[in-house]
C-alpha cells in the first residue's frame, strides 16, 4: 500500500508525453488534449485533497473556494495592475495559504468533522463574495482578457503547449507528494487517521499536522486555479461553486482516497465523463453523479484502485471454498 | 528540595480529577524514584487509567500539579510530553493496524529524528538519511522485542501477545525517560505474560523508569519495586510488595471486609 514504485510514474508519463501526438493523429479523440489540460488542472487539486482525505482522514467541501481564489488573485493583479503572471500566481499561493491557515486552525483543533462544516460554510462565502464585490471580481458576468502563461519569451500559446505546462506541474507535485507520502511525515498522517491519541503519544504534534495538510491541499487548488484562469483567459464564479466542491470529493471517492493514483484515476474519469460523455443527459447530469458516489460508497470503499485487490480477495476466497 | 527532584522523576500532588459529579481522582499523592518499576493497582474504576491520562496530558486535572523531573506538566501538550521523555502503551491495543510492524516502531522515533515536510517532499539528502536512521533505530528496537523477522507485516495481522509487545516497542522508539503501561499483560496467556514480564524487566534494566498498571497480580508481585493501591480515586496504601500483600486495607478492598 505504501510502496509507490518509480515504474508506474514513469509509464504515466510516458503516456502524458506522447499523448497529445496520438490525439492529433486520431480525429474522434482530437479534442482530448484540451480536456487533458483540465484532467491535469484537475488533478493539482485532488491530489492535495487526497492527501487530506485519504491520509490525514480531514474532510475539505471548500476546495472550489481556494481554486477560485487563485484563479481571482491572478485574474486581478494580471488584469488591473498588470504584474507579471507567475508573480501573481505566487501571490495567490501565500494568499490562498493564509486564509487556509486562519480557517483550518481552529477548525482542526476540534475532534470530529468541524473542517467540513467550516469549509461548507467558507465555500459558500467565497462564492458569494465573487458574485457580489463586483468592482473587483466582475461579478457573475466574471473576468476576460487575462493573459496567456510564456516562459522566457516562450508564448505558451497552444493547446499542446499548456498542456505540457500543466502536466510538468502535476508531475512535480506528484513526485513531492508520493515523496512526502513515503517519509516521516506520512507515516504520521496515516497514524492520524487511524489513532490519534496514541500519535499524539509518540510525538506527533497532531493538530499542526492536520493543518499543515489542509493548507498543503489549498495552495495546490491555488495553483489549480491560476493555471486555470490563464489557460482560459476568462472566469466567472460558477466555475467555483460548492458543486465542484462536490464533484473533487467524487473524483477522490471514486478512485480511491487510500492512494495516490485514485486521485488521478478519479480527475480523469470525472473530467472525461462531464466535458465529454455526459452531454446526452444535460440536466441529469447529476443524477449520473450521484449514482457513481453511492455505488462506490457502498461497492468500492476503496474506490477503483482498491478493485484489483478486491476481486483478488475475492477469488481467494472462492478458491478456498471449492 | 533538590535533592528530592533529582531521586524522583515523577511527582503527583493533590491530583484532583473530577467528571461532572464523578469524581474519578482524589489527591492519591505519590512519588516515583528514578529506574524503578512502580506499580498502580486497585479495582475497575479505581482511576489508574485516568491517572496515565493524566500524566500523559490526555486531561488536565481539575486541581493538583504533576511533575515530571521536578517541572509541572501543566502546560505541555501529549505530544510535547512524549518529546518530553513519557511514553505510554494503552489498555485497548492502540496499534496503526494499517501500517507495518516496522513503520508502528518508525512512528515512535517522530520526536527523536525531526524531519521537515519539506525536505522529505524534495527529498533532500538530508531527509534520506534520517529516515534509514530511523530504520535502523526501530529495527534495532525490534530485535530487543522479538519481533525483527515480522517486520514487514501488518500490524493488525499480529496475535495480541505481539501487538502488546509491539505497542511497548513503539512506546521505546521515543526514548523516554518513563514509561507508562496500561495493562501489558491482560488478555495474555501463560506464556505471552511471562514475555511480556521479562520484556517490562529488561527495560528496566536499561535504566528506564518503568509505570505500570496491571491486573494481573503474579506479574506485579514478581516484577514491581513499589506499589500504589488505590480505591475510589484515593490512595489507600502504598509500598513494597511484601508490604502490600499483607496490608489488611487492600484485602478488603479486594474482598470484602468479610473475608
Known amino acids: ?322 | 528540595m533538590n535533592d528530592t527532584t533529582a531521586e524522583n522523576i515523577l511527582e503527583v500532588q493533590g491530583v484532583v480529577m473530577a467528571f461532572g459529579g464523578l469524581m474519578a481522582l482524589f489527591k492519591p499523592d505519590f512519588k516515583v524514584k528514578r529506574g524503578i518499576i512502580k506499580a498502580i493497582i486497585g479495582p475497575n474504576g479505581a482511576g489508574k487509567t485516568t491517572l496515565f491520562n493524566i500524566i500523559t496530558g490526555f486531561f488536565t486535572p481539575t486541581e493538583g500539579t504533576v511533575r515530571f523531573k521536578g517541572r509541572s506538566i501543566k502546560k505541555f501538550k501529549t505530544h510535547e510530553i512524549a518529546a518530553r521523555g513519557i511514553s505510554r502503551t494503552f489498555q485497548t491495543v492502540e496499534l496503526f493496524g494499517n501500517m507495518t510492524v516496522l513503520e508502528n516502531v518508525m512512528l515512535g522515533c517522530h520526536t527523536r529524528v525531526p524531519t521537515s515536510f519539506m525536505a522529505s517532499g524534495f527529498r533532500l539528502p538530508g531527509a534520506k538519511r534520517k529516515e534509514e536512521e530511523m530504520r535502523d533505530r526501530a529495527l534495532n528496537i525490534l530485535k530487543f522485542i522479538g519481533l525483527a523477522d515480522k517486520f514487514e507485516e501488518p500490524a493488525d495481522n499480529l496475535p495480541l501477545g505481539q501487538q502488546k509487545m509491539l505497542e511497548i516497542g513503539r512506546a521505546l522508539a521515543t526514548e523516554p525517560e518513563l514509561i507508562c503501561l496500561d495493562e501489558p499483560a491482560a488478555g495474555l496467556n501463560e506464556t505471552e505474560t511471562y514475555v511480556a514480564s521479562s520484556l517490562i524487566k529488561a527495560i528496566n534494566a536499561k535504566g528506564i523508569t518503568v509505570l505500570l498498571v496491571e491486573h494481573d497480580m503474579k506479574v506485579i508481585m514478581n516484577i514491581s519495586d513499589e506499589i500504589v493501591v488505590l480505591n475510589y480515586g484515593q490512595k489507600i496504601a502504598e509500598g513494597t510488595p511484601e508490604a502490600i500483600r499483607d496490608n489488611s486495607t487492600v484485602i478488603e478492598a479486594y474482598l470484602g471486609s468479610e473475608a
Open chain 1, 1 to 322: 500500500m505504501l510502496r509507490i514504485g518509480k515504474l508506474p510514474i514513469a509509464l504515466f508519463a510516458g503516456f502524458i508525453i506522447i499523448f497529445p501526438w496520438v490525439a492529433g493523429k486520431v480525429p474522434a479523440i482530437g479534442n482530448y488534449t484540451d480536456i487533458m489540460v483540465f484532467v491535469g488542472i484537475y488533478c493539482l487539486i485532488t491530489i492535495g485533497l487526497g492527501l487530506l482525505m485519504g491520509y490525514a482522514g480531514q474532510i475539505s467541501v471548500g476546495q472550489a473556494a481556494f481554486y477560485g481564489i487563485g484563479a481571482y488573485v491572478s485574474a486581478i493583479l494580471t488584469t488591473r495592475y498588470g504584474l507579471n503572471p507567475w508573480f501573481c500566481m505566487f501571490i495567490a499561493v501565500l494568499v490562498t495559504g493564509t486564509i487556509a491557515f486562519l480557517v483550518g486552525t481552529p477548525s482542526l483543533k476540534l475532534k470530529g468533522h468541524y473542517l467540513a462544516m467550516a469549509t461548507l460554510a467558507f465555500g459558500i462565502i467565497v462564492f458569494i463574495i465573487f458574485n457580489e464585490e463586483i468592482q473587483w471580481t466582475g461579478g457573475p458576468d466574471g473576468m476576460a482578457d487575462i493573459p496567456g502563461l510564456s516562459i522566457f519569451g516562450f508564448e505558451l500559446d497552444s493547446i499542446e503547449k499548456y498542456f505540457y505546462l500543466v502536466w510538468g506541474f502535476v508531475f512535480v507535485i506528484l513526485i513531492f507528494t508520493i515523496n512526502v507520502i513515503q517519509s516521516d511525515a506520512g507515516r504520521a498522517l496515516r497514524a492520524i487517521h487511524t489513532s490519534e491519541a496514541a500519535a499524539n503519544s509518540m510525538g506527533v504534534n497532531v493538530s499542526k499536522f492536520k493543518v499543515l495538510v489542509f493548507v498543503y491541499s489549498a495552495i495546490l487548488a491555488s495553483l489549480a486555479g491560476s493555471l486555470y484562469a490563464h489557460y482560459l483567459n476568462f472566469i466567472n464564479p460558477s466555475t467555483f461553486d460548492l458543486f465542484f466542491s462536490i464533484k473533487l470529493l467524487i473524483m477522490i471517492a471514486l478512485g480511491g482516497m487510500y492512494n495516490i493514483w485514485g486521485a488521478i484515476i478519479g480527475a480523469g474519469i470525472i473530467t472525461f465523463l462531464s466535458y465529454e460523455w455526459l452531454h446526452y443527459f444535460e440536466e441529469f447530469e447529476v443524477i449520473v453523479y450521484g449514482a457513481i458516489l453511492l455505488v462506490v460508497t457502498i461497492f468500492l470503499p476503496n474506490g477503483l484502485v482498491g478493485l484489483p485487490g478486491m476481486l483478488k480477495e475475492l477469488f481467494v476466497r472462492q478458491k478456498s471454498n471449492e
